[in-house]
């Protein structure tokens, strides 16, 4: 019997987050949905991680993935704002956990790489590989939307399976760097 699984991929943001649910069953993957969270600029960050907790719970209460995946805070210049994307993350990650969800977190980085095969791709790249795969008409304004679904779609390409045991995730997997137990672990991705 084939393995079905729903992933919830989320783009964090203070003032959109972008999210997106797909489901995987066996080698084929469709996306539920994708779509943003626009929280404003306006409201105090309090009232602004209340909404984003609602709202994450919300939508976990409707999909009910069997985990988060999230797109890990990179190293820029602005500590605030590196500082308040990881508050978000942290919210993100908490309503998961209220709902006994495990989560794992990815780079940018690892992100692009997975759906462009470029580590340093642009969000444009990214969103256009996406609707290649995933055949959706048009692009969404907000490019948190395909973000988030890249998330989503990196952690559906991991060979890894999550060992959850108290509300905890851990890895399990023996890393090889070789091209050849890439392919051999990948047939469906190389042509």
């Given amino acids: 019997m084939e393995k079905?699984?729903?992933?919830?991929?989320?783009?964090?943001?203070?003032?959109?987050?972008?999210?997106?649910?797909?489901?995987?069953?066996?080698?084929?993957?469709?996306?539920?949905?994708?779509?943003?969270?626009?929280?404003?600029?306006?409201?105090?960050?309090?009232?602004?991680?209340?909404?984003?907790?609602?709202?994450?719970?919300?939508?976990i209460d409707i999909f009910k993935p069997d985990i988060l995946a999230i797109e890990a805070p990179f190293f820029g210049k602005n500590v605030q704002s590196m500082l308040k994307l990881g508050r978000a993350q942290g919210i993100c990650i908490a309503a998961a956990f209220s709902r006994s969800i495990p989560f794992v977190e990815y780079s940018p980085r690892k992100i692009k790489q997975s759906i462009t095969g470029n580590g340093a791709a642009s969000k444009e790249q990214v969103a256009n590989m996406l609707q290649r795969i995933f055949k959706f008409e048009a692009i969404p304004s907000y490019l948190d939307a395909t973000?988030?679904?890249?998330?989503?779609?990196?952690?559906?390409?991991?060979?890894?399976d999550l060992l959850v045991s108290d509300s905890s995730a851990k890895k399990t997997s023996s890393k090889k760097s070789s091209w050849a137990s890439f392919v051999s672990q990948n047939p469906d991705r190389v042509k």
């Fill in 4 to 59: 079905e699984r729903v992933i919830l991929g989320i783009d964090p943001g203070t003032n959109i987050l972008g999210y997106s649910i797909i489901e995987q069953k066996g080698k084929e993957t469709s996306l539920l949905k994708m779509d943003v969270i626009v929280l404003g600029t306006k409201d105090e960050l309090s009232t602004k991680m209340k909404m984003l907790f609602d709202k994450i719970t919300e939508i």
């Fill in 147 to 160: 973000d988030a679904l890249a998330v989503a779609v990196c952690h559906s390409y991991q060979k890894e």
